[in-house]
């Protein structure tokens, strides 16, 4: 919790671009609601640097407006210039003498904002302004009016900060944290994430380490697969070596199938990995394109299969043409 008087006292410090206020609480029909202002629209950025766009409407302009991510407006069923009622947290206790309604609908992020809905700062204080204790207080004032009131905010949840030069990163977290108003933390995204990928990557190397034990079984058991069937094939090789066929001709057809198994697999893995990002909803950016680390992998699955061909195409060249020619009863 951060007093509003702290939000604006580090919005004007000179290392600061931008901040934008945050404060939750309220909730729609199971989904966050998220009070703010225009200025998250403007400034906040996710992935490679992209901003929240609209599919409709746009951002913030009348007092009881509502901006749904894309997942709310999809699961509710929400279309531009909707009336709806917010809840004040839980969904039985609702905000049903104020009603707001649907100015914007965000494109689909792959984000957690896909599923929240978004009301002015400004509006949120005021309309719980009769809240006392958590309980309804109903002081018969008229939305119009309510809007008029200028009842200015007194705490958030906390705050977006954007530097004018991003290399004070480390001595404006320090100022944020020393901060002589009152007890609060700053969070820096890149330090969090690196600290989350250090405590998964433990896990990411088992989970490499499983991927290389199946691939490695998966090869033993092309071989013995290989292996199995050349005591069936022993005559048509033993015709096609007859008929002039080299050792090129013969591993190049162990390659071959070879070949065709491994890439069979990949295209198989591909498409299943596809078909599971379409139809499973995730709340991250997931890209079913392999990139360059996983195109290297599997190039080098495909080198590692075709050079183990040449074991049982030795070994099928080496039979002896004359035994491969009896007929055996």
């Given at each position: 919790m951060v007093t509003y008087g702290s939000y604006e006292e580090?919005?004007?410090?000179?290392?600061?671009?931008?901040a934008v206020p945050l404060s939750l609480g309220d909730s729609f029909k199971g989904f966050g609601v998220m009070a703010t202002n225009e200025d998250f629209f403007k400034h906040y950025k996710y992935g490679s640097g992209e901003l929240l766009e609209f599919k409709e409407g746009g951002n913030f302009s009348g007092f009881y407006d509502l901006i749904v991510g894309s997942n709310v407006a999809k699961k509710v069923g929400l279309n531009l210039s909707d009336k709806v009622h917010l809840s004040h947290a839980e969904e039985h206790y609702k905000h049903t003498n104020r009603e707001f309604r649907v100015s914007g609908v965000l494109k689909e992020s792959k984000t957690p904002n896909d599923d929240l809905v978004f009301m002015q700062l400004k509006t949120d204080e005021a309309i719980h302004w009769e809240w006392q204790s958590g309980h309804?207080?109903?002081?018969?004032?008229?939305?119009e009016r309510?809007?008029?009131?200028?009842?200015?905010?007194?705490h958030l949840s906390g705050m977006l900060l954007g530097l004018k030069n991003p290399s004070q990163i480390l001595?404006?977290?320090?100022?944020?944290?020393?901060?002589?108003?009152?007890?609060?933390?700053?969070?820096?995204?890149?330090?969090?994430?690196?600290?989350?990928?250090?405590?998964?990557?433990?896990?990411?190397?088992?989970?490499?380490?499983?991927?290389?034990?199946?691939?490695?079984?998966?090869?033993?058991?092309?071989?013995?697969?290989?292996?199995?069937?050349?005591?069936?094939?022993?005559?048509?090789?033993a015709i096609l070596r007859s008929l002039g066929a080299g050792a090129k001709i013969i591993f190049l057809l162990f390659a071959a199938e070879?070949?065709?198994?491994?890439?069979?697999?990949?295209?198989?893995?591909?498409?299943?990995?596809?078909?599971?990002?379409?139809?499973?909803?995730?709340?991250?950016?997931?890209?079913?394109?392999?990139?360059?680390?996983e195109i290297i992998m599997l190039l080098f699955?495909?080198?590692?299969?075709?050079?183990?061909?040449?074991?049982?195409a030795i070994s099928s060249y080496k039979q002896s043409l004359q035994d491969g020619l009896i007929v055996r009863i």
């Amino acid at each position: 919790m951060v007093t509003y008087g702290s939000y604006e006292e580090i919005a004007k410090f000179e290392e600061v671009a931008w901040a934008v206020p945050l404060s939750l609480g309220d909730s729609f029909k199971g989904f966050g609601v998220m009070a703010t202002n225009e200025d998250f629209f403007k400034h906040y950025k996710y992935g490679s640097g992209e901003l929240l766009e609209f599919k409709e409407g746009g951002n913030f302009s009348g007092f009881y407006d509502l901006i749904v991510g894309s997942n709310v407006a999809k699961k509710v069923g929400l279309n531009l210039s909707d009336k709806v009622h917010l809840s004040h947290a839980e969904e039985h206790y609702k905000h049903t003498n104020r009603e707001f309604r649907v100015s914007g609908v965000l494109k689909e992020s792959k984000t957690p904002n896909d599923d929240l809905v978004f009301m002015q700062l400004k509006t949120d204080e005021a309309i719980h302004w009769e809240w006392q204790s958590g309980h309804f207080v109903d002081m018969k004032i008229e939305s119009e009016r309510l809007s008029h009131m200028g009842i200015k905010p007194k705490h958030l949840s906390g705050m977006l900060l954007g530097l004018k030069n991003p290399s004070q990163i480390l001595y404006v977290e320090e100022k944020i944290n020393r901060y002589k108003g009152e007890n609060l933390g700053a969070a820096v995204p890149a330090k969090v994430l690196s600290k989350l990928f250090k405590l998964m990557k433990n896990f990411q190397d088992i989970l490499f380490f499983i991927s290389t034990a199946v691939f490695i079984t998966a090869l033993f058991t092309m071989l013995s697969s290989m292996f199995s069937t050349l005591n069936e094939r022993r005559r048509e090789i033993a015709i096609l070596r007859s008929l002039g066929a080299g050792a090129k001709i013969i591993f190049l057809l162990f390659a071959a199938e070879s070949l065709l198994i491994v890439s069979s697999g990949i295209v198989l893995g591909n498409t299943l990995l596809t078909l599971l990002i379409v139809l499973i909803p995730f709340t991250i950016s997931i890209s079913a394109m392999p990139d360059m680390h996983e195109i290297i992998m599997l190039l080098f699955m495909v080198a590692v299969s075709l050079i183990a061909a040449f074991i049982p195409a030795i070994s099928s060249y080496k039979q002896s043409l004359q035994d491969g020619l009896i007929v055996r009863i």
